[in-house]
């Protein structure tokens, strides 16, 4: 915690949010990878904010880095994996699919059938009794 | 001396809520009218005392006196009085007390408007929240005395938190609160009848004005705090998935399932197992927010300082009222006498579905909040799950539930006519079938999709929101006696309200621009068909801070549009980014300053915002049909006669 | 069985409590904003960087190769490093490990100052002005410090600053096994 709170003293913390100062890019197409990347990774010093919007020195220079492997021509799967690689899925936004979050991924659904199929019984053995009482 | 008072005054109530609990539940449970007759002077008398405690604190920090450790902590001798006020609920010990003032003004409400209730279920229902109120109070007494003295006193104070010095954010806490503490009354109702056994329309009538007062509440603290956070952090942004935004949607997703399948009970007597389990678990969501918040268990904006001793005592206090709460409702529940059947095809079937997908819904977000402290706990790794999830796994589950939505009210109770509610509702469903075409078409690209079914869901929603208050008024033009209860008209306000967040949402999010770029004055931006001309920044003096402010002119094909003044204001602690937004609407403009850079040119974020305003105005809507339902006429209690029923 | 059937609806709340309780209450003693690094057990990142008492010369990672080290990153703007930095003087006065420090986003002259008044623990010291290198070993804020083993394999991670009781119980025991390593 000690960490996080010196970072952030140094670095006009609070919520003042940060506005990119990288180049754009040319190509609208790279540019909107660039702008739909940053917002997928979780700032680390200010960890309730993405890349794309902390003001941490930190964020900054993840966006720099992030603009040159894009113009680099690296595919968006690999930048992921280069930041996953020295700080782990924590970084992303959007959790991998993997064994271990599989319940999360594929629970809201399943959740969702189960009750369903519940609904369709109550619902037939109301209608049953229904014929025996007014 | 003040202080001590508060302090005194707290430890008091501590003892009348105890008096209140016991009197209120044994002498229910031993049926004594004496016993029963001290709970609700010791409800009052408790709650003044609350109200008394509260206003020592508020006292305190109206005249600086920094000789409170809290009031030092979060007050300063430069902050305007009004802030003053609000800072009172600006950190942990202080807010607890807001919650305890908030359940002491419940109380006072239950205790003036439950008379015509049966004395040994108000009994109940009061000594319930007494032991809520004791609960609280114990745990402010024992771990977060918003009255601890700091000796010697503190000079100057330390400033509050300059975001927090705002009116929406002033009040966007009681609101929340309202709508949090206002479940313990659903909570007790529901306690009440299961302690009692039993459950029938008639203690479903009694209840839902509660519970739709307390809903509006905590509709309108939500949509406050997601506009709050639109204008005041600087990110064009509404809604983050946060853990502790999640806290306070949770008990929303559950608390309208319950109002609504209170409806199931009060007019056929059915649901009842999940109205009483939609009420505790709605208190619990409550109760659980609570616990996030303080207890640093998960990584969030709002947290305040955690610390684990205050986690144990609010997880303890989860721990007993839940627990007890489930327990009764194990052993009991299963007795309640059964309502009355239904078809497949009822609106008994169609609400049934409603309290499933909401319920689905509020499970999902819990399961993503909750995840990454799972995986953390069970040794498995460490994750964040943000919006892209939320937003992947949310928005499915609600398409089919919001399509149902439109149906529901137009199908007969118990035994639907399929043909009459197409009949009904055929222009309604061209009308969204078209608009969802339209709509698909004209945006042509990424997305269409989802805006296709956004403004097809909007006007199916919107359309079957309509429906009933023109036919009563088509039904008065034909001179035909006829009625439109508040209760008719607030759903379809309401309803309404879920069109216009629903087509906020999907045109905001698919149809809005973000542009971040540098600008050297002089230089223009064109966004949306719209030209930003940047004319520098400059320094302006606040009451308590310096700020550097920005002007931008826009305009649109030459004609002038907007000025927009962006603004950097560095307070005593901190600096903040304060955006200019130009209001419409149907549309607005947002920019904020990022960093300056060399030659007076800044980094700059200017955002096109379409529709943004509907979320808001959704919200208000919600609230304005739980106002309109929770005032109808045949909740306005007058009847001593139904009192019998449980004597 | 009909009857566990019958009873399910009306008991499986109560089991979902007693399992968040039960999460939660795990929950309450740790820290979630404390990143793990996936480094541990995968060998030190390739960088060369000038040292910064010596800018003319340049050092990489086969600085590892051969002995047991500790990396400390840290600056001089870092408040919490200047708490840690007598902790390190003293550790590296102990003569037990060579400690090396990665000088981050700092300047140069303000970070010489802090060695020549606070005392010096570092061999060495890389100076690493962007903070690329840094991103490489998955840093992301100061204090934190690496324990590298003689194949220049990171073996632990320590976020925060190192205080006295991290010594003893954490780097002591590491440092021991890993010089009894072949």
């Known amino acids: ?134 | 001396m003040i202080p001590e008072l508060g302090h005194l005054a707290l430890i008091l109530a501590l003892g009348l809520a105890t008096a209140q609990a016991w009197f209120g539940l044994v002498g229910a449970q031993r049926r004594d009218g004496v016993w029963l007759a001290v709970v609700r002077p010791a409800a009052v008398a408790q709650a003044l005392f609350v109200l008394g405690a509260f206003a020592a604190l508020a006292y305190s920090f109206l005249t600086c006196d920094f000789s409170v450790a809290y009031v030092a902590e979060n007050s300063n001798v430069a902050l305007p009085w009004p802030y003053r006020i609000t800072a009172v609920w600006g950190a942990h010990e202080g807010s607890l007390l807001l919650w305890v003032t908030v359940l002491a003004l419940w109380t006072l409400a239950v205790a003036r408007f439950s008379r015509h209730l049966p004395q040994e279920f108000a009994g109940r229902v009061l000594g319930v929240m007494g032991l809520v109120t004791l609960g609280f109070c114990l745990f402010m007494l024992t771990t977060s005395d918003p009255f601890m003295r700091l000796l010697p006193a503190a000079e100057q104070g330390r400033d509050l938190n300059p975001i927090l010095q705002d009116p929406a954010m002033a009040i966007h806490p009681p609101m929340l609160y309202m709508g949090y503490v206002g479940f313990s009354v659903a909570f007790a109702f529901a306690v009440a009848a299961l302690l009692g056994g039993r459950m029938d329309p008639v203690w479903a009538r009694w209840s839902r004005p509660w519970t739709l007062t307390a809903w509006l509440f905590l509709t309108f603290g939500i949509t406050l705090g997601s506009w709050w956070s639109y204008y005041e952090l600087g990110w064009g942004g509404w809604w983050f998935w946060d853990p502790v935004e999640n806290a306070s949607f949770m008990p929303w997703l559950v608390g309208t399932a319950l109002v609504h399948s209170l409806a199931v009970t009060e007019k056929r007597g059915a649901f009842k197992n999940w109205t009483a389990l939609l009420a505790i678990a709605a208190f619990s969501l409550s109760l659980l927010g609570t616990f996030l918040v303080r207890s640093g268990v998960l990584i969030s904006v709002h947290s305040f300082a955690s610390d684990p001793r205050r986690g144990i005592f609010i997880l303890s206090m989860i721990g007993v009222f839940v627990g007890a709460a489930l327990t009764l409702y194990a052993w009991r529940a299963p007795t309640l006498a059964r309502g009355g059947g239904f078809e497949p095809f009822s609106r008994e079937t169609l609400l049934l579905l409603n309290n499933i997908f909401l319920v689905v819904a509020a499970s999902s977000v819990l399961l993503g909040t909750l995840y990454p402290l799972f995986m953390d706990a069970f040794g498995l790794g460490q994750l964040s799950v943000g919006p892209p999830y939320f937003d992947a796994v949310f928005v499915p589950v609600m398409l089919p539930f919001l399509i149902l939505l439109g149906i529901g009210p137009y199908v007969r109770w118990k035994h639907g006519d399929p043909a009459a509610t197409a009949r009904t509702l055929r222009i309604a469903g061209i009308a969204a079938l078209l608009a969802g075409v339209v709509s698909l078409i004209l945006m042509h690209g990424e997305g269409a999709l989802m805006l296709g079914a956004g403004a097809l869901l909007a006007v199916w929603i919107g359309g079957s929101a309509f429906i009933e208050p023109l036919a009563y008024l088509r039904r008065r033009r034909q001179g035909r006696h006829t009625t439109l209860s508040r209760a008719t008209l607030g759903m379809c306000v309401a309803h309404l309200g879920a069109a216009a967040l629903v087509l906020g949402i999907s045109v905001t999010s698919l149809l809005g621009i973000e542009q971040d770029r540098v600008m050297r004055p002089g230089e223009t931006a064109s966004v949306a068909g719209y030209d930003f001309s940047f004319e520098g920044v400059h320094p302006e003096a606040g009451p308590n801070y310096e700020a550097r402010q920005g002007i931008f002119r826009v305009s649109r094909r030459g004609r002038a549009v907007a000025e927009m003044r962006p603004e950097k204001r560095a307070f005593t602690t901190t600096e903040t980014t304060e955006a200019a937004i130009e209001p419409g609407l149907f549309r607005d403009f947002y920019i904020a300053l990022g960093n300056p850079l060399d030659q007076g040119a800044w980094s700059v974020r200017i955002q096109y915002k379409p529709l943004v305003r509907f979320i808001w105005l959704g919200g208000l809507l919600m609230m304005l049909g739980g106002i309109l339902a929770a005032s109808d006429r045949r909740y306005r209690a007058r009847e001593t006669a139904a009192a019998t029923e449980y004597a | ?182």
């Open chain 3, 1 to 182: 069985m009909k009857k566990l059937a019958q009873y399910t609806p009306f008991i499986l709340p109560g089991l979902v409590l007693l399992f968040l309780i039960g999460l939660f209450a795990r929950g309450l003693f740790l820290d979630p904003s404390k990143v793990e690094s996936p480094l541990i057990g995968k060998p030190s990142p390739a960088f060369s960087l000038p040292e910064l008492k010596q800018p003319d010369k340049r050092l990489d990672q086969s600085l590892f190769q051969g002995h047991v080290t500790l990396l400390n990153v840290w600056g001089a703007w870092c408040v919490a490093c200047h708490e840690e930095h007598p902790v390190l003087v003293e550790l590296a006065a102990r003569k037990l490990l060579p400690i090396y420090g990665l000088d981050y986003h700092d300047d140069p002259q303000a970070a010489l100052t802090m060695l020549e008044k606070d005392g010096d623990p570092y061999t060495a010291v890389l100076f690493d002005a962007s903070g690329d290198v840094a991103i490489d070993w998955g840093v992301y804020g100061a204090p934190e410090s690496f324990l590298v083993d003689k194949h220049g394999v990171i073996r632990d991670k320590y976020i925060g600053p190192i205080t006295p009781e991290i010594i003893e119980t954490r780097l002591i025991p590491m440092l021991q096994q890993l010089q009894a390593e072949p």
């Open chain 1, 1 to 134: 915690m000690r960490v996080v709170l010196t970072a952030l003293m140094l670095l006009y913390a609070g919520l003042a949010l940060a506005i990119d100062s990288e180049p754009p890019f040319a190509d609208p197409g790279l540019q909107a990878r660039y702008e739909q990347l940053t917002h997928e990774f979780r700032c680390l010093v200010c960890q309730d904010e993405t890349v794309a919007d902390s003001n941490a020195e930190l964020a900054a220079d993840f966006r720099r880095q992030i603009h040159g492997m894009v113009e680099a021509g690296r595919s968006d799967a690999e930048i992921r994996q280069y930041m996953v690689n020295r700080y782990g899925n924590f970084v992303l936004y959007k959790p991998p699919m993997q064994r271990s979050t599989v319940l999360l991924w594929a629970g809201p659904f399943i959740l969702l059938l189960l009750a369903l199929v519940i609904v369709a019984r109550v619902v037939r053995r109301r209608a049953r009794a229904q014929e025996g009482a007014p």
